[in-house]
């Protein structure tokens, strides 16, 4: 009886996959046809989403469309602004578009388009190209006043990543679920990443001039489009709509433009197994198609960070002799610096009326050199008969403007101590 049980559940499952296999692969083929009979400029396939049920399709979508009161902030485009014919924030000179990400079973779109547009405005604001700055999107989902994994604004979301801003991954690694802003690490709001300010490109009824010009001056922009089902089987090439009915609002980040080849480029967050490796093309004419393509594009001002980690590829901070990295995981960002050659040093240049430098002390640690300015201001011993994790040094009072802190290995140490290291885990500027 055991065994037939079991045949009759395997029956079931296979009559499913053979139904949905069906389906799919019918759907599919009438893409297909319809690219084919359009003209369309793309190739369409199974993807790590179009295999998905039509419920987990639908949670890769997420965006809300915002209630327009009549008094939302615009940025000001200059009239004799006359960008490239091209531009990819990829390579432009550099890249500055952080890695590719997946929402993953969580309507969240609207979190990951705005933490990919700052993680890209920190890039460019710091001249931090190449690096992955890999800000937490869980953190915006949990801790911002609206949204979560049925869907959210774009809009809250850019006042919320202005007001408190994010912080690293690691502070809150995704968990593609709604979560509690409590599991966040401690503090973590003296960490945050933010925007100086945002603004609309454009609410409705967009423009290829002023996306192409916002995109020029701003960098990488937060936008919406209207997804119907043939775009869940894009795998390359300059997408326009063919076919399906319409599934959900979905909310992306423009890196670029081709006027030669009339289409956008556009980061995505559903993972590296769909499209062109995570990101698509789309055609400039689906502005003013279904698709709503460009509706609700919003730019941001600069970014704004006051805690440099160990290992922030910062020009301001100046590592001299030799230095080595130590993973912790009760540290700032899971490592810190450390050095016990005599005359090493670290150099660090800021703007503000204050420093804190965030250390651990231990059993091992000797003595540091600090100096501000270029004035010895005394020595700082770091000894602890026990670990003391992110223990905070601070100076203030500073007079407002650029300051230079420098701290070094001085080869002394407390007589209980068994070492001379000294040790980063973080700088803190306060403004």
Same mark, same amino acid.
């Given at each position: ?6 045949s ?5 499952f ?10 799919? *692969? ?6 297909k046809? +319809? /690219?084919?009979?359009?003209g369309?400029?793309?190739?369409a396939g199974?993807t790590s ?8 399709? @639908? ?5 809300i469309k915002?209630?327009?009161?009549? +008094?939302?902030?615009f $940025?000001?485009?200059g009239?004799? $602004?006359?960008?490239?014919?091209s ?5 432009n000179?550099?890249?500055y578009?952080? %890695?590719i990400?997946?929402?993953g ?8 388009a705005?933490?990919?547009? #700052?993680e890209s405005?920190e890039?460019?604001?710091y001249?931090y ?6 800000l937490s999107?869980?953190i915006?989902v949990s801790c911002s006043?609206i *949204? ?12 919320f ?7 690293? +991954? /690691?502070?809150?690694?995704?968990t593609a ?12 709001q ?7 300010e ?14 192409k010009?916002a995109?020029?001056?701003y960098?990488p ?9 043939d ?6 090439g300059?997408?326009?709509?063919t ?16 006027d ?10 559903w ?16 502005l003013?198609s ?16 006051n805690?440099f980690e160990?290992?922030? %590829? ?5 590592y001299?002799?030799?230095w080595?990295v130590?993973?912790c ?7 810190l610096?450390?050095?016990n050659? /005599?005359?090493?040093?670290l150099?660090?240049?800021f ?13 091992? #640690?000797g ?11 005394g020595?700082v011993?770091?000894y602890s008969?026990s670990?003391q994790?992110?223990v905070i040094l @601070?100076?203030?009072?500073l007079s407002?403007?650029s300051?230079?802190v *420098?701290i +070094?290995?001085?080869g ?7 070492g001379y290291? $000294?040790?980063?885990d973080a700088l803190?500027v306060? %403004?």
């Amino acid at each position: 009886m055991y065994n037939k049980k079991i045949s009759i559940l395997a029956l079931i499952f296979s009559l499913i996959f053979l139904f949905s296999s069906l389906v799919y *692969g019918s759907e599919l083929d009438d893409i297909k046809k +319809e /690219i084919l009979m359009k003209g369309a400029k793309w190739i369409a396939g199974k993807t790590s989403v179009s295999e998905l049920s039509q419920e987990q399709r @639908r949670f890769r979508l997420g965006f809300i469309k915002p209630d327009l009161t009549g +008094e939302e902030k615009f $940025i000001t485009l200059g009239i004799r $602004i006359s960008p490239p014919s091209s531009l990819d924030w990829r390579s432009n000179g550099g890249n500055y578009v952080t %890695p590719i990400k997946d929402q993953g079973d969580c309507g969240s779109c609207w979190a990951f388009a705005t933490t990919a547009a #700052l993680e890209s405005k920190e890039l460019i604001t710091y001249s931090y190209s190449g690096f992955n700055r890999d800000l937490s999107e869980q953190i915006v989902v949990s801790c911002s006043p609206i *949204g979560g994994c049925y869907g959210g604004y774009t809009d809250i979301a850019s006042n919320f990543l202005r007001n408190t801003g994010t912080a690293s +991954e /690691i502070c809150y690694p995704y968990t593609a679920t709604n979560g509690n802003c409590s599991n966040a690490c401690s503090n973590w709001q003296n960490k945050a990443h933010k925007i100086y300010e945002w603004g609309y490109v454009a609410t409705t009824n967009p423009t290829v001039n002023a996306i192409k010009n916002a995109l020029y001056l701003y960098g990488p922009l937060v936008t919406s489009m209207d997804v119907y089902t043939d775009f869940f089987y894009y795998t390359s090439g300059i997408y326009s709509y063919t076919y399906g009915t319409y599934e959900g609002g979905h909310a992306v980040l423009i890196v670029g433009y081709n006027d030669a080849g009339q289409y956008f480029i556009v980061k995505n967050s559903w993972g590296t197994g769909w499209g062109e490796a995570g990101f698509f093309r789309i055609a400039y004419s689906e502005l003013d198609s279904v698709v709503c393509f460009g509706d609700y594009t919003i730019a941001y001002g600069d970014a704004i960070y006051n805690w440099f980690e160990e290992n922030d %590829p910062s020009p301001s901070i100046d590592y001299v002799g030799t230095w080595n990295v130590y993973n912790c995981s009760s540290c700032s960002d899971h490592a810190l610096m450390y050095s016990n050659e /005599i005359g090493a040093r670290l150099n660090f240049s800021f703007d503000g009326t204050g420093i804190s430098w965030i250390v651990t002390k231990a059993p091992i #640690l000797g003595k540091a050199k600090v100096y501000l300015d270029g004035s010895y201001l005394g020595m700082v011993d770091l000894y602890s008969p026990s670990p003391q994790w992110q223990v905070i040094l @601070r100076k203030t009072g500073l007079s407002s403007g650029s300051h230079t802190v *420098g701290i +070094e290995v001085s080869g002394q140490k407390n007589a209980s101590s068994t070492g001379y290291y $000294i040790d980063l885990d973080a700088l803190q500027v306060l %403004p």
